[in-house]
């Protein structure tokens, strides 16, 4: 037989008293446990869920477009707009930005395609850019897979609506007051090479697409092949 200590003088517990407290903290440990196991694999989760959203929400392109190295009078103003599908599921994406500028439309332009060229950016020189008439500097770029339409010109300015009168603009525009309206407008189109019609083949000039034939066989029948009918 063991012999009693003195932590132990009547030896054994019969009656199991010193499990007893351990009974009651076990649950209690595997309790914080799980709650910190719990908390844990919130927080991994909700970053990248959160990154996922964000990524989802904000088109990369955009953010290519940030980083084009312009001045900041050159983007005094951004709006971003953004339409399709990012898979081309029915339409592809695109991605349309307008942008105020301080200065001059030649100015503008000039910062805008150096900052293109200096991230990877070529000139694109095909028909149909731009599709119609456009004053001021129009130009088109490809970079990998992706089209972009670069538009520069003065800005559309409108006199300020005269107090008691409603804010519509005249039929007959009036030119701005010298010093009210100055700068230009920068407009940026940015679509999947694939979705952009000007990649494709242009149509041609062959006869069988237009149904007229300029070169017609001539043979040596006056009527043409034509039966005359029984008089």
Wanted: charged residues 25%; proline residues 12%; hydrophobic residues 30%.
């Amino acid at each position: 037989m063991r012999p009693a200590t003195q932590d132990d003088p009547g030896g054994a517990d019969p009656d199991g008293a010193g499990a007893e407290p351990r009974r009651r903290t076990g649950p209690r440990r595997r309790l914080r446990l799980g709650l910190l196991v719990l908390v844990s694999v919130v927080l991994l989760g909700a970053l990248p869920l959160y990154f996922g959203m964000r990524t989802l929400s904000r088109d990369p392109v955009f953010d290519t477009l940030d980083e084009l190295g312009v001045p900041g009078w050159a983007t005094a103003q951004t709006v971003d707009n953004v339409s399709g599908s990012r898979w081309c599921l029915q339409d592809c994406r695109l991605r349309e930005r307008t942008v105020e500028s301080d200065r001059a439309p030649e100015e503008t332009s000039r910062v805008y395609e150096q900052a293109l060229r200096a991230e990877g950016w070529r000139r694109w020189e095909v028909t149909r850019c731009p599709e119609q008439p456009a004053k001021g500097s129009y130009t088109c770029w490809r970079r990998d897979e992706l089209t972009l339409d670069l538009w520069v010109r003065e800005p559309t300015c409108a006199p300020p609506p005269v107090s008691g009168e409603p804010a519509v603009p005249p039929v007959t525009p009036t030119a701005p007051a010298a010093g009210e309206c100055g700068g230009s407008l920068v407009s940026v189109k940015v679509r999947n090479a694939i979705d952009d019609e000007r990649t494709r083949p242009q149509p041609s000039t062959d006869p069988s697409l237009t149904g007229e034939d300029p070169f017609p066989t001539i043979t040596d029948d006056p009527l043409g092949g034509l039966t005359r009918s029984p008089s």
